[in-house]
């Protein structure tokens, strides 16, 4: 468990979120499972579960007590009644599963403590309410649980002994029949948790920290890298492709000075940025006015996005992704003529004079000479950085895996980057800074 999961904080408003799915909405039987560590005592606060207002009663949710070490759960069955089944106690030091199991048929609920069960009630002959809201993970109400969390799973049957005891033994090779949501956070970057049970009812994560921090990329502070690749771009026909985390997406200051640039050519069209305004996305073009389109979500600090600013025609379109998943999209379709670039270089961390320093790293840019699809983002966002769609790629630069001292370079054009500004760039463990 220590090298996946996330960690959550109350003081950060950590949320991690399922949308909503017929799929998860089971109320005959049920088994339902989670990983979690605490490094707090004084707290109540939900673990697992859909009950998300103090008016707004769920299905279910697995709780970890107040003042103590104690866990308990919470179901709500179909006529309108609520009860509460107590859980073991557990170390808040040490990975514990938690969960329990249901059957309608039998009348049975069982409580679930590290492959074992705690404590077995009967006489509940009635199903669950429907699930009629989103499923949350490490939060309850507004109750946020303080602590790691790995390793969420959900059955549409009552797993036996024998599987609960293997699960214990076995988190991340669980059984496969009747699962119907696993999440074992083990993607360690980005804002996506991915749902392995084939029914994608992927997990988003809001102000949460990995566990694991293996990914590597370009950090730059003030500094900035120019690449001669001499492209040749249309400007009403092509596709920019960063990867990266911003440290400081609310920097402040002046224009100059305050923009977060990713990647831009020799001028400023079709350039990945972030101003100092609020903590967007921007993508830009230019038909004799500036055309500006914004990410309709706010960036998280040190997360690793996937921006891609496409152009077709009098169309821009803005995407934000992450392992594998599209979070969100924006655009405009009142392009004119924007004319083109001729033997242009290329920008990464800064524009030519240094300014609009980027604070972040950069983990991948990619340029193409044609609109790319939604489905290529999704395949460049889930690791695709290092395999990305060849048709139209006319720039590929990758920071991901290199080391101090190694060469930069355009990987299709074969230009060297060269370090501008102060100080220059540095290849370092990114850091993962939370927003409050």
Same mark, same amino acid.
């Given at each position: 468990?220590?090298?996946?999961?996330?960690?959550?904080?109350?003081?950060?408003?950590?949320?991690?979120?399922?949308?909503?799915?017929?799929?998860?909405?089971?109320?005959?039987?049920?088994?339902?499972?989670?990983?979690?560590?605490?490094?707090?005592?004084?707290?109540?606060?939900?673990?697992?579960?859909?009950?998300?207002?103090?008016?707004?009663?769920?299905?279910?949710? =697995?709780?970890?007590?107040?003042?103590?070490?104690?866990?308990?759960?919470?179901?709500?069955?179909?006529?309108?009644?609520?009860?509460?089944?107590?859980?073991?106690?557990?170390?808040?030091?040490?990975?514990?599963?938690?969960?329990?199991?249901?059957?309608?048929?039998?009348?049975?609920?069982?409580?679930?403590?590290?492959?074992?069960?705690?404590?077995?009630?009967?006489?509940?002959?009635?199903?669950?309410?429907?699930?009629?809201?989103?499923?949350?993970?490490?939060?309850?109400?507004?109750?946020?649980?303080?602590?790691?969390?790995?390793?969420?799973?959900?059955?549409?049957?009552?797993?036996?002994?024998?599987?609960?005891?293997?699960?214990?033994?076995?988190?991340?090779?669980?059984?496969?029949?009747?699962?119907?949501?696993?999440?074992?956070?083990?993607?360690?970057?980005?804002?996506?948790?991915?749902?392995?049970?084939?029914?994608?009812?992927?997990?988003?994560?809001?102000?949460?920290?990995?566990?694991?921090?293996?990914?590597?990329?370009?950090?730059?502070?003030?500094?900035?890298?120019?690449?001669?690749?001499?492209?040749?771009?249309?400007?009403?026909?092509?596709?920019?492709?960063?990867?990266?985390?911003?440290?400081?997406?609310?920097?402040?200051?002046?224009?100059?000075?305050?923009?977060?640039?990713?990647?831009?050519?020799?001028?400023?069209?079709?350039?990945?940025?972030?101003?100092?305004?609020?903590?967007?996305?921007?993508?830009?073009?230019?038909?004799?006015?500036?055309?500006?389109?914004?990410?309709?979500?706010?960036?998280?600090?040190?997360?690793?996005?996937?921006?891609?600013?496409?152009?077709?025609?009098?169309?821009?379109?803005?995407?934000?992704?992450?392992?594998?998943?599209?979070?969100?999209?924006?655009?405009?379709?009142?392009?004119?003529?924007?004319?083109?670039?001729?033997?242009?270089?290329?920008?990464?961390?800064?524009?030519?004079?240094?300014?609009?320093?980027?604070?972040?790293?950069?983990?991948?840019?990619? =340029?193409?000479?044609?609109?790319?699809?939604?489905?290529?983002?999704?395949?460049?966002?889930?690791?695709?950085?290092?395999?990305?769609?060849?048709?139209?790629?006319?720039?590929?630069?990758?920071?991901?895996?290199?080391?101090?001292?190694?060469?930069?370079?355009?990987?299709?054009?074969?230009?060297?980057?060269?370090?501008?500004?102060?100080?220059?760039?540095?290849?370092?463990?990114?850091?993962?800074?939370?927003?409050?």
């Amino acid at each position: 468990m220590m090298h996946r999961g996330i960690f959550v904080c109350k003081y950060r408003n950590s949320n991690v979120k399922v949308p909503y799915s017929d799929t998860l909405n089971v109320t005959d039987k049920l088994s339902v499972f989670i990983w979690a560590k605490k490094t707090t005592k004084e707290q109540s606060a939900g673990l697992m579960g859909t009950l998300h207002s103090y008016k707004e009663e769920g299905q279910f949710d =697995i709780i970890a007590g107040w003042n103590s070490t104690f866990s308990f759960v919470e179901l709500f069955f179909e006529d309108d009644t609520k009860v509460k089944f107590d859980n073991a106690v557990w170390d808040e030091l040490e990975w514990t599963m938690i969960g329990f199991t249901f059957n309608s048929e039998t009348g049975i609920v069982r409580t679930i403590t590290n492959g074992e069960i705690y404590e077995e009630y009967s006489g509940y002959n009635k199903r669950l309410h429907p699930m009629e809201s989103d499923l949350y993970i490490g939060s309850r109400r507004f109750d946020t649980f303080t602590g790691w969390i790995c390793n969420a799973l959900i059955y549409n049957r009552e797993l036996t002994e024998g599987e609960i005891r293997q699960l214990y033994k076995e988190p991340f090779n669980p059984p496969r029949d009747g699962l119907i949501l696993w999440i074992p956070f083990s993607e360690n970057m980005g804002v996506i948790a991915k749902d392995y049970s084939c029914n994608n009812n992927h997990a988003r994560l809001y102000n949460c920290k990995w566990v694991s921090r293996a990914r590597r990329g370009m950090y730059f502070d003030n500094g900035g890298i120019k690449f001669d690749s001499g492209l040749n771009i249309d400007c009403n026909y092509c596709s920019v492709v960063a990867v990266f985390a911003i440290e400081t997406p609310k920097k402040g200051g002046d224009t100059l000075n305050g923009r977060n640039c990713i990647i831009r050519p020799e001028n400023e069209m079709l350039m990945l940025f972030n101003n100092p305004d609020d903590k967007k996305l921007r993508f830009t073009n230019y038909d004799g006015a500036w055309k500006e389109v914004a990410s309709n979500i706010e960036l998280e600090a040190g997360q690793i996005y996937i921006g891609a600013g496409i152009v077709n025609g009098n169309e821009e379109h803005l995407y934000l992704a992450s392992n594998g998943v599209i979070i969100d999209h924006n655009y405009r379709d009142d392009l004119g003529d924007c004319g083109e670039y001729t033997d242009t270089a290329i920008f990464v961390g800064s524009r030519n004079d240094g300014k609009y320093a980027l604070h972040g790293e950069v983990l991948a840019v990619m =340029i193409y000479d044609r609109p790319i699809t939604e489905s290529e983002i999704e395949q460049i966002s889930d690791l695709g950085w290092f395999n990305p769609p060849c048709n139209g790629l006319i720039s590929w630069i990758l920071f991901d895996g290199l080391k101090e001292g190694d060469e930069v370079k355009d990987l299709i054009t074969g230009a060297i980057g060269e370090p501008i500004g102060t100080p220059k760039f540095v290849i370092r463990k990114p850091k993962r800074v939370l927003t409050r």
